[in-house]
C-alpha cells in the first residue's frame, strides 16, 4: 500500500496567527512537522495543504512540497479530502497536525503499519494514556474504546463518569489528533453533513463516528505538545534545544 501524508497548515489561526511559520529553533514549525514526517519513512510522499502562499514559499525553500487549497474549509480533514481528489493515486491518507512538532517519528510508523493492514474502509486515530488533572480538562478531548478497538465515543467532559469520583485511567484515554483514512474512507466522509452533537462538542470525529463509520484506535506511549499559543511554542522550543 502507498500512504500519503498531509500536513494541514492554515496561516489565519484566530489564537496564533501564522502559526506554521512561527521560528522554532530556527525553523518554521511546519518543517519540525514535516521532517518528522520525511523522517520516519513511513510515506511514500509527505505534502503540506495550505492556503497561504507564504507558506507555500516557506516550504518550497526548505524543500518539501506544498499544494494550495480552498481557504473555506472549516476543518483539517476537508483540506486532507481536497488532496486525496487532486491526488487518488494513494491508497491511504494521514492527517498528521502541523502544530505537533515533536511528533516521534515511531510512532508515525507503528500507526501507518496499523492502517495499512486495516480494513479497506477503516478510519484510524490515536490515543495515549490519561491523567486526573487532563481528565477535569475541557481542551483535552476524551475517548472510550469497545473491545475490539473501535472508539465508542469521544467527548471534552470526563468519560465515563465515576459515581464514586474514583479515577479509573484504565478506562478514558486522551485523544491525540493524528488521523489516518483510506481512501474509500475519506469518500464517505466527503458525503456527510454535519452532526448536532458534533456540533455541541466540537469535535469533527464525530460526524463519522454518529453516522456510522467505524473509528478504530491506535494506542501509544506519547506525550502530545500540541501548539495552539506562545506560551506553548516557547516551551516546545526549549524542548527542541535540549
Known sequence: MKTLCVIPARFGSQRFPGKPLFPLAGHPMIEWVHRAASESGAFAEVVI?????RIVEAVEEF???????????PSGTDRVIEVAQKMPRFDS???LQGDEPLMPPELL???????????????????TNISAD????????????????KAC????????????????????????GLYGFTHAALQSIAELQPHPIEKLESLEQLRWLLNGL???VHLCEYEAHGIDTLQQALAVEKLLNT
Open 134 to 149: 487532563e481528565m477535569q480538562d475541557f481542551n483535552v478531548v476524551k475517548l472510550v474504546f469497545d473491545t475490539a478497538g
Open 63 to 73: 524543500g518539501g512540497r506544498a499544494i494550495m487549497t480552498s481557504e473555506d474549509h
Open 49 to 53: 495543504a495550505t492556503d497561504d502562499q
Open 93 to 95: 491518507y494521514v492527517n
Open 214 to 216: 467505524p473509528i478504530y
Open 109 to 127: 510508523r507503528s500507526f501507518v503499519a496499523q492502517l495499512e493492514r486495516g480494513r479497506q474502509d477503516q478510519i484510524l486515530t490515536a490515543a
Open 153 to 176: 465515543f469521544f467527548s471534552r467532559a470526563a468519560i465515563p463518569h465515576s459515581r464514586s469520583g474514583d479515577f479509573a485511567p484504565e478506562l478514558c484515554f486522551k485523544h491525540i
